[in-house]
């Protein structure tokens, strides 16, 4: 089973930069796609960014694309969120996620992803 612990959330005010890792454990991680998600109270779980597991390619979500930056280190079993021009929109909880290494479903969705972390709080004050 793998298992996924995030770290790095926290208080941070517009425009800030806050950066998330999260650390694998018990799959082969180079091959696994990783994503991030966030949930804001009341509201339902969205994507933000992933990265694929052979290429690196990365996708992100619009209202992120060029703040946030996914990255994988395959050695260290890591993947990490770099979060640049922080927004209070972007207050959430902050999951971590690995894909399903069969699954079919889109890179965007969380039916991709079957194993996830226990979240990270991100609070961005105006």
């Known amino acids: 089973q793998v298992q996924l612990v995030e770290s790095g959330g926290g208080l941070a005010q517009a425009g800030d930069s806050l950066r998330l890792s999260c650390a694998a454990s018990?799959?082969?991680?180079?091959?696994?796609?990783m994503g991030w998600f966030r949930q804001a109270p009341g509201k339902e779980r969205e994507f933000v960014a992933a990265?694929?597991?052979?290429?690196?390619?990365?996708y992100y979500a619009d209202s992120v694309t060029g703040r946030f930056t996914i990255s994988r280190n395959n050695r260290k079993d890591t993947v990490s969120l770099q979060m640049n021009g922080l927004k209070p929109e972007d207050t959430a909880v902050y999951y971590c996620?690995?894909?399903?290494?069969?699954?079919?479903?889109?890179?965007?969705?969380?039916?991709?992803?079957?194993?996830w972390g226990q979240g990270t709080q991100v609070t961005v004050s105006s």
């Open positions: 996620a690995a894909g399903h290494p069969s699954s079919s479903a889109s890179i965007y969705s969380d039916a991709r992803y079957n194993r």
């Open positions: 990265i694929s597991g052979n290429s690196g390619r990365t």
């Open positions: 018990g799959r082969p991680f180079s091959i696994t796609t």
